[in-house]
């Protein structure tokens, strides 16, 4: 069976590879023109040769730190191929032409590079105990927006698992506008989660907000989750992509899916392949919702990355009758999964209880979603 990377290929050389400057070009004038930026760190590619050996894959990653630079291998590319990155100079790509078991060195200047669709053809599938999210599916994370207790985190984690969630959410530690807000019950929350994933073995969807909660976040939960406020910081994204564990990366509130994805890279080049995409809705001038929900950037993303998205309506719509509808739109449109809050008594929340569905109500969402997400699946193979 001929596979698609294979009729769009020639000569073995990876499909990517054939259109890599123009779809390069093309990210470049959309992400940078606009900041006034006209030099961009280079990136070279470097194709190995079919059949080529180990030794030969070593010979030329030592080659490449010996220039300073990073080499990281593509996964799910065949031949074997190497990301070069961390060159502050253009690469003549006659020095690793001419190493044994080399096709060929492509120098390319994408804006995000790991993470592009021109990096990786396929999904990348992330593995969060023996669940998957990409791939196809739907993996749903619920729960309350803030740890509060220990009877609520218990009670709400295992009505979650009986509606049928794939995760439970629970802010141990909540970055708020105003500092009188209720700001999570910080560590102790992180235990509370870890007793709910011992009662229910519901995964942890949690979120980091400094270096310090981020190596608590590690010690408990799951999947870390950075929230929009630090979708643009740095060092913390930095010290994420150094972990051993899935990082749920939320979209700024004034972000561009391009930004979106710059922040994302910081995480693939510290070496976690792990990244799960959140829309959580941007700012707009509308006020009829506590934020605007770009749902298209779910087509939007799956054309210009491999990563899976996810979008969180509730943080989005900021009103429990809004959500459903936004969630079911979500699964049509094509997402990977959503995040919803559910709240036993959401009049009661030290956190956000107006968007927080009823347990009963997020029951009956999650099977609709099931349910979408299985004709939608259906006719992404029909395309195929």
Request: net charge positive.
């Amino acid at each position: 069976m001929v596979t698609h990377a294979q009729r769009h290929s020639r000569k073995g050389v990876p499909a990517f590879l054939l259109n890599c400057r123009r779809g390069f070009a093309t990210l470049r004038a959309l992400t940078f023109a606009d900041r006034g930026l006209t030099e961009i760190p280079p990136l070279m590619v470097i194709v190995m040769k079919k059949g080529s050996s180990r030794e030969d894959l070593a010979r030329v990653t030592r080659s490449v730190e010996a220039l300073g630079c990073r080499a990281q291998a593509l996964p799910g590319v065949e031949p074997p191929t190497l990301a070069v990155t961390g060159s502050a100079e253009p690469l003549d790509p006659d020095i690793f032409e001419r190493l044994p078991g080399v096709a060929r060195a492509v120098p390319v200047d994408p804006p995000f590079k790991l993470a592009s669709r021109e990096a990786k053809l396929e999904d990348t599938v992330v593995r969060v105990g023996s669940r998957s999210i990409g791939g196809g599916g739907l993996f749903v994370i619920a729960g309350p927006c803030a740890v509060e207790s220990e009877e609520l985190t218990m009670e709400t984690a295992r009505l979650m698992k009986r509606a049928g969630a794939d995760a439970l959410r629970g802010g141990a530690f909540k970055p708020r506008s105003s500092p009188y807000s209720f700001q999570g019950l910080g560590k102790a929350g992180l235990v509370l989660l870890s007793k709910a994933r011992e009662a229910t073995g519901l995964p942890i969807v949690t979120e980091a907000v400094d270096h310090a909660s981020l190596d608590l976040v590690d010690e408990h939960a799951d999947i870390v989750q950075i929230g929009a406020r630090n979708m643009q910081n740095y060092e913390l994204l930095k010290r994420a992509g150094r972990l051993a564990k899935p990082v749920l990366l939320k979209r700024g509130m004034s972000a561009t899916l391009e930004d979106l994805l710059l922040s994302a890279e910081y995480v693939l080049a510290q070496g976690n392949p792990a990244v799960i995409l959140c829309e959580r809705g941007i700012r707009t001038f509308s006020r009829h919702s506590r934020y605007t929900l770009d749902l298209s950037v779910v087509p939007a993303a799956r054309e210009a990355t491999h990563l899976p998205i996810f979008v969180d309506p509730s943080h989005a719509t900021g009103r429990r009758d809004r959500v459903p509808g936004m969630a079911r739109a979500a699964a049509a449109a094509g997402a990977d999964g959503v995040m919803i809050e559910i709240h036993p008594a959401p009049e009661d929340a030290l956190c956000d209880g107006r968007q927080a569905l009823l347990p009963q109500q997020g029951a009956e969402l999650i099977a609709q979603l099931r349910a979408i997400a299985a004709i939608v699946a259906k006719k992404a193979e029909a395309v195929r």
